[in-house]
């Protein structure tokens, strides 16, 4: 038994019944590597990780593995969900060593925390194309014992490779948006959606910028067609539970087809959100459905009663059957439906392109043919079709329910609350579901009262908090405020974002580090969206809406300055930081709008427009205007004339842009 026993982590424990002597994260293995002059080995997964599972299964029950590990090694398991600080930074080594990164992640580092070699997934030995862990494991002991000095040099370039680097300061012009439009219109895939070529991750940022930028801009451009392509080709793919609703994390096909299994808190969170907007913009019944789809999901696996959000859905029950869970036989289907169901559901979900690689009878489910279709091609109606598809799924649903379901991380990370409160307060204004507006609100009081102890706030069990749970808290708070009016979760929001200012802001180049203080000996300051919005973008706008809702100007300067500060990085990377246009967006185009009395709170609160901050003034103090309850609108730093009736407010919204 080594000492991960007594770890928080799920994905630590179950490694705690390995052979091999493993540390947690910990001074202590440092010193005991530096004491018996002992390389390092590092691996750093997550408990939804297929491939963390196989090379467990596979490496790290080999005898031979474990003996050579045991011996010239000291080992330390990371879970990348507990400490995404060190995860990250050492995925930028092993990127810059073999140009790729990923889970499970294998890395090699000095006595003294510096990372000299990696890579991902290793098997036991040479297969697929990759070399063996066997024979890495010696060469690796072979080059540390006979090249310590060159190592050493090696080491330290490349920390200081990937350490942080001043960049030059950029304006903040309307050109960027334009700038920003034409890298998604070239990223794009217009055969199957999404953008570049497999692996297909959604992209939630670029998402929220097509959607934002489609309510200014009208719905006859080209964003339009980018936006309703890629979410009606993820929606009809793999990618989607078609069964069980919500998302898995990524496509490995073009197509969308077959996924990669797991499903995340904050992959579903986002596209619930991206999914919320686009019903609002468009008034599609069908992106209606698939956002209370995740809404479903998320409540009936990944939410914890007495409040807050669960981590993850791991990909799988077992390494040897990926995606096991969600897939189908014919024969399976066959056993569950009638006669008409059968028919049905096969023209409609069941198709040789969903068969899996290592079992191709078993397939994916994903949308073949529409309702539509298949009631011309069976002579039936429509609407008969769509009641038999809604039984059939049913049937299935309460099948699949029976199979032993893949492990859920019931840790309530922070961050990912922050993200998905956000979501489902989203879903209560926009949707109308008044459930999700108290699921929202008492996972928001859970969180703070087991991760904000004595005015720190904290991701997890004893790791203190980062810049992303700093951000996405606070995201989430002003959304509680905007959608209840109480001025507690303001007060907390700008508490927090005072100190978040204190601990994580660069007060001599701008924008926020990751965390408080160095990691690994560095500290990194991102703005790109992998995979989901820069906590630094977010954080922009969370101090554009702190100086709306109390006229700090400090926030507005400290936004200004980090906009600035990534300017040249964001124009270069383009699309991997479509959140900072959309935080440039926020800038240029944002609108205060104060509530005085409370007739037209509610028409406020269902109306879609980008960039609104809804203020409640303290007291509800009215000014002379009629003697009526009013919203007084305020673009930027103009306010404009009150507006006291609802049809002459729904005006406003639709033409003044």
């Not at 790109?528 to 109390?550: G, R, Y």
């Not at 959309?582 to 037209?600: H, K, P």
């Not at 303290?618 to 507006?643: D, M, N, V």
Request: glycine fraction near 6%; include cysteine.
């Amino acid at each position: 038994m080594n000492r991960l026993i007594n770890e928080k982590s799920a994905y630590l424990r179950h490694a705690a019944s390995q052979k091999i002597d493993w540390y947690p994260w910990s001074d202590e293995a440092f010193e005991r590597a530096g004491r018996e002059d002992k390389p390092v080995f590092l691996s750093s997964g997550a408990i939804w990780c297929h491939w963390c599972h196989v090379m467990a299964e596979e490496s790290f029950n080999d005898e031979e593995v474990i003996e050579i590990l045991n011996k010239d090694f000291i080992c330390i398991k990371i879970d990348r969900d507990e400490r995404p600080d060190i995860d990250r930074r050492l995925q930028l080594a092993v990127q810059a060593i073999t140009g790729t990164g990923g889970w499970p992640l294998s890395v090699f580092l000095t006595p003294e925390g510096k990372p000299f070699f990696g890579g991902t997934y290793f098997p036991p030995d040479d297969r697929y194309g990759r070399p063996g862990f066997k024979r890495i494991l010696k060469k690796v002991l072979d080059f540390y014992r006979k090249n310590k000095d060159t190592l050493m040099e090696q080491s330290s370039r490349l920390m200081d490779l990937i350490s942080e680097k001043k960049t030059a300061r950029g304006n903040l012009e309307s050109d960027l948006i334009e700038l920003a439009r034409s890298a998604i219109i070239s990223a794009y895939d217009p055969q199957n959606g999404g953008f570049g070529r497999a692996p297909k991750f959604p992209m939630p940022g670029t998402f929220e910028f097509l959607i934002n930028r489609i309510f200014f801009e009208g719905n006859d451009s080209i964003l339009t067609r980018i936006l309703n392509t890629t979410l009606k080709s993820m929606a009809k793919g793999g990618i989607h539970d078609q069964i069980g609703g919500g998302f898995h994390r990524y496509s490995t096909d073009e197509v969308w087809i077959i996924p990669h299994f797991e499903k995340l808190c904050d992959d579903n969170a986002w596209l619930l959100r991206n999914y919320i907007d686009a019903y609002s913009l468009t008034g599609l019944p069908y992106y209606e459905e698939v956002a209370k789809g995740i809404i479903n999901f998320i409540q009936t696996t990944l939410y914890d009663r007495d409040g807050g959000f669960y981590a993850s859905q791991d990909a799988d029950v077992t390494p040897d059957d990926e995606g096991g869970y969600f897939t189908w036989t014919y024969q399976e289907i066959k056993g569950l439906l009638d006669e008409k169901e059968l028919i049905v559901i096969t023209e409609h979900l069941f198709h040789e392109k969903g068969s899996m690689h290592h079992a191709p009878y078993k397939k994916v489910l994903f949308v073949v043919q529409e309702p539509e279709e298949i009631a011309e091609k069976l002579s039936m109606k429509t609407e008969e079709i769509r009641e038999i598809i809604s039984r059939a799924k049913s049937k299935l649903l309460a099948a699949r329910r029976k199979r032993q379901e893949p492990f859920v991380d019931r840790n309530i990370y922070t961050s990912l609350n922050g993200m998905m409160i956000t979501s489902f307060l989203k879903a209560a204004r926009f949707l109308g579901i008044d459930d999700c507006e108290e699921v929202a609100l008492k996972s928001l009081n859970r969180v703070f009262s087991i991760r904000y102890l004595n005015g720190e706030l904290f991701h997890s069990e004893n790791v203190k908090a980062l810049l992303d749970d700093y951000i996405y808290i606070i995201e989430a708070l002003l959304a509680a405020y905007e959608s209840t009016g109480s001025r507690d979760y303001l007060r907390k929001a700008s508490e927090l974002m005072d100190k978040c200012i204190e601990r994580f802001y660069d007060s001599e180049s701008g924008g926020f580090f990751d965390t408080e203080e160095a990691v690994l000996g560095i500290r990194l300051k991102t703005i790109e969206d992998i995979p989901h919005p820069s906590a630094n973008s977010l954080a922009i706008i969370m101090l554009l809406k702190l100086f709306h809702l109390t006229d700090k100007r400090t926030y507005l300067e400290l936004a200004e300055d980090s906009l600035r500060a990534f300017s040249e990085r964001a124009q270069e990377a383009g699309i991997l930081c479509s959140y900072y246009f959309v935080a440039l967006d926020w800038y240029l185009n944002m609108l205060r709008l104060s509530i005085y009395g409370g007739e037209l709170k509610k028409t406020v609160l269902k109306t879609f427009r980008p960039y609104i901050t809804i203020h409640y003034p303290q007291g509800e103090i009215f000014f002379a205007y009629e003697q009526k309850s009013y919203i007084l609108p305020c673009l930027r730093e103009r306010c404009l004339e009150p507006i006291s009736e609802k049809e002459e407010f729904l005006r406003f919204i639709k033409e003044y842009k």
